[in-house]
């Protein structure tokens, strides 16, 4: 298998699993009887928990490798679905999606520097290939997650699904 297809899987799960809850935020809404506002300061927490993050990743990436932070990121991505699922609130939502931002921090840097190490490695240029298959799976999580709520498939139980395929495709 081309390394670039290697790289670009961790690219296309991040994307598949930001695209899953994202796209269910409308059920969010209705679930917990939250305004647009409300959701949008909810949906804040997760750039805050990436800035707060991105700080100590570099440091841990140093201290391992890109492969096993990209590895355990995913799985820890893959994880912050399950509270964000089960939010009884918007502010245990904010906590949750604050959460899962952090996770975001560790999956995104580790990836692209895994793949900047292979650039650099190997003479070949693969990061835009890299972000084509996040783009890539930012439509498939959509269009699974659109399907799934088509159906009438809460998204108490998509996320969970998704935690396990996330969780499962890392190992």
Excluded: Y
């Excluded at 998509?158 to 190992?171: E, N």
């Amino acid at each position: 298998m081309p390394h670039f297809i290697r790289i670009g899987a961790f690219f296309f799960l991040n994307a598949f699993l930001i695209g899953s809850w994202l796209t269910r935020v409308p059920d969010f809404l209705a679930d917990l009887s939250i305004d647009k506002a409300t959701m949008g300061l909810a949906l804040f927490a997760a750039p805050i928990g990436t800035v707060c993050t991105i700080p100590f990743v570099g440091r841990w990436i140093e201290r391992s490798s890109p492969a096993r932070v990209a590895f355990t990121s995913v799985i820890l991505l893959s994880l912050s679905l399950l509270p964000i699922a089960v939010a009884p609130s918007w502010p245990m939502l904010a906590i949750a999606i604050f959460l899962s931002g952090a996770a975001n921090a560790g999956m995104e840097v580790s990836i692209n520097s895994a793949a900047d190490a292979s650039e650099k490695a190997r003479g070949h240029k693969i990061m835009s290939r890299c972000h084509g298959f996040w783009s890539l799976g930012i439509m498939a999580g959509a269009l699974v997650a659109g399907a799934l709520a088509q159906e009438g498939v809460s998204f108490r139980v998509h996320l969970p699904l998704a935690c396990a395929g996330g969780s499962w495709r890392a190992c």
